[in-house]
């Protein structure tokens, strides 16, 4: 019978995703300054509505480091 886990190349379950929480001494404002620079000079240049993948990409390093985003 085929099971519905999630699994890795292995053929092994896949771990669960361990929730991190980022460091104590970073904030917000200085975490991912690469996709931050590129989100903001793309929102100033060309406006909010065309920079979906980089607000995307921002985000997506956000919770790497283990902000609520």
Do not use: N, Y
Not at 4 to 17: I, K
Not at 24 to 53: F, N
């Amino acid at each position: 019978m085929s099971s519905l886990a999630s699994r890795d190349v292995s053929g092994l379950p896949a771990a669960a995703p361990v929730e991190q929480t980022p460091p104590p001494s970073l904030k917000p404002c200085c975490a991912c300054p690469e996709t931050k620079q590129a989100r903001d000079t793309c929102i100033i240049e060309k406006g909010e509505e065309h920079c979906g993948p980089l607000i995307e990409a921002h985000k997506e390093c956000m919770r790497a480091l283990g902000f609520k985003i």
